[in-house]
């Protein structure tokens, strides 16, 4: 079993589980067990699935609930460019790599150097996770209120675990370190302005402004050609 496999199947399990807290807070928002699973089925990205229960939990009619829950989903159209330029998926597989282009699978991808270890990575973590967030909604659903408080069961930690563990090895530097600082200084300061689910959006903006601002124009090839020519050399 390979690096990025065991860390897609790792990430999968983890955030799966996490599936069972959605499954139960959607039962408890109002919505049935067949509306909660084909959410997940459907829409399948973590963070709007939580944005549109809790909006509908808060009283929003199904509009808001849906906007609420694009807000959250147009990262993953960023994903999706880089995921296209990573593994470069071709026929059917373009469908499936978008269905399944979350930030999980993109962050297993993306840890990985080996080429063929980041398509194992992204297909391991982006296919289990599928299967595994799926089976454990209808498990949360089922149950509802019988697990009581999600929180007491620590399910709600698992996926913040999970990105910590894919994160830590990448803080080699000054740098991501500075920048891993300030997001989450930034969404801290948020918090209590925004809705839930919109500050990490917001650390999203800062690393990408720091990341434009920081490269600066390339300068490569711009420097003028001092070199002197062949029939040129070894003359005063």
Same mark, same amino acid.
């Given at each position: 079993?390979?690096?990025?496999? &065991? ?7 983890? @955030? ?22 084909? =959410?997940?089925?459907?829409?399948? @990205? ?10 509908? %939990? ?13 807000? =959250?989903?147009?990262?993953? %159209? *960023?994903?999706?460019?880089?995921? &296209?330029?990573?593994?470069?998926? &071709? !026929? ?10 979350i930030d999980e ?15 194992? !990575?992204?297909?391991?973590a982006g296919l289990?996770?599928? *299967? ?9 659903? /089922? ?20 990105? /910590? ?27 209590? /302005? *925004? ?25 490569? !090839? =711009? ?13 005063p």
């Amino acid at each position: 079993m390979t690096p990025a496999t &065991k860390i897609g199947l790792s990430i999968a399990v983890a @955030t799966g589980l996490y599936a069972i807290s959605y499954g139960a807070l959607g039962v408890a928002a109002g919505l049935n067990v067949f509306q909660v699973s084909a =959410l997940s089925l459907l829409m399948f @990205t973590g963070g709007s699935q939580f944005a549109f229960i809790g909006v509908i %939990a808060g009283g929003g009619g199904p509009g808001a609930a849906f906007g609420a829950a694009t807000l =959250l989903g147009v990262r993953n %159209a *960023v994903y999706g460019m880089q995921i &296209k330029s990573m593994i470069r998926p &071709k !026929g059917w597989r373009k469908l499936a790599a978008a269905h399944v282009t979350i930030d999980e699978s993109v962050a297993t991808a993306s840890g990985q150097v080996d080429p063929a270890e980041q398509k194992r !990575g992204f297909w391991v973590a982006g296919l289990g996770i599928y *299967v595994f967030w799926n089976i454990f909604t209808v498990v949360g659903a /089922l149950l509802g209120d019988a697990l009581g408080d999600p929180k007491a069961w620590g399910l709600d930690g698992a996926a913040v675990a999970a990105f /910590l563990g894919l994160l830590w090895p990448r803080l080699k530097s000054a740098e991501p370190v500075a920048i891993a600082t300030v997001c989450a200084l930034a969404t801290i300061l948020v918090i209590p /302005l *925004v809705p839930p689910g919109v500050p990490i959006l917001v650390a999203a903006v800062v690393s990408g402004v720091w990341g434009y601002l920081g490269r600066g124009p390339a300068q490569e !090839g =711009l420097e003028p050609d001092i070199e002197p020519h062949a029939g040129e050399r070894g003359k005063p």
